[in-house]
């Protein structure tokens, strides 16, 4: 409602992050739009030329002194802003993004380096699994994945790690898979000894 931040309540928009989608614009050739979001966020400062962390998105409330696409009265001025929007002038000066660090750009772009892993997890239950590739099974907290690749004639226990990161996980040998097979697993949980009751299934694919 405008009010103090008290605890609860939502965003309003970043200026920082209409930089980093200006950078984003120039990146795939849209110069007009990176050039237009410069300029929104110079609009976006205080009388004085801050960038505040975040700007009023709403109707204006005049009382509180807050008009839509200025200042809310959060942080301000906030320096990582202020950096986006140098970085973004020095850009568009040079005609390409500023401080690309090399190495991920001959690692991924250039040489096309890819990761060996697909990561499942309950929150992202994939169904498919490219050929070659090694399902990685996220949980948060420890579980023995029983999986099989022979529709249930066979099966296999596997013990998830701690990564130290509050994510436990386990690599099946899914990479010998041909395509077409069908990947079959659940889950045992040691510290409730309860069995996940359903099964979950991937399809190599191609």
């Given at each position: 409602?405008?009010g ?5 309540g939502i ?13 984003y614009?120039l990146?795939?050739g849209?110069?007009a ?6 300029a ?7 009388p004085?030329g801050m960038?505040p962390?975040?700007?009023w998105?709403a109707?204006?409330?005049p ?8 200042p809310?009265?959060s942080?301000?001025?906030l320096?990582?802003a202020h ?16 401080d ?9 772009l250039?040489?096309?380096i890819d990761?060996p ?6 929150d ?13 099974i ?35 040998p899914?990479?010998?898979l ?8 659940t ?11 359903r ?7 191609t």
């Amino acid at each position: 409602d405008g009010g103090p931040f008290t605890g609860a309540g939502i965003g309003r928009g970043w200026p920082l992050l209409g930089g980093e989608r200006a950078h984003y614009e120039l990146a795939a050739g849209h110069r007009a739009e990176a050039e237009h979001l410069l300029a929104v966020m110079g609009a976006q400062t205080s009388p004085g030329g801050m960038l505040p962390e975040q700007v009023w998105d709403a109707a204006d409330i005049p009382e509180r002194g807050l008009f839509n696409g200025h200042p809310s009265g959060s942080g301000m001025p906030l320096v990582w802003a202020h950096s986006e929007y140098l970085k973004l002038v020095r850009s568009l000066a040079d005609n390409a993004v500023f401080d690309t660090p090399p190495q991920p750009v001959q690692r991924y772009l250039k040489d096309k380096i890819d990761s060996p892993l697909i990561v499942w997890r309950f929150d992202h239950q994939i169904k498919k699994l490219p050929r070659g590739k090694t399902l990685r099974i996220e949980t948060l907290v420890p579980a023995k994945v029983h999986w099989s690749s022979d529709s249930w004639q066979s099966a296999t226990d596997a013990d998830t790690r701690d990564s130290d990161l509050g994510v436990h996980f386990v690599d099946l040998p899914s990479a010998e898979l041909l395509a077409g097979a069908t990947l079959d697993f659940t889950f045992f949980w040691p510290q409730s000894g309860d069995w996940e009751g359903r099964d979950f299934s991937l399809q190599i694919s191609t």
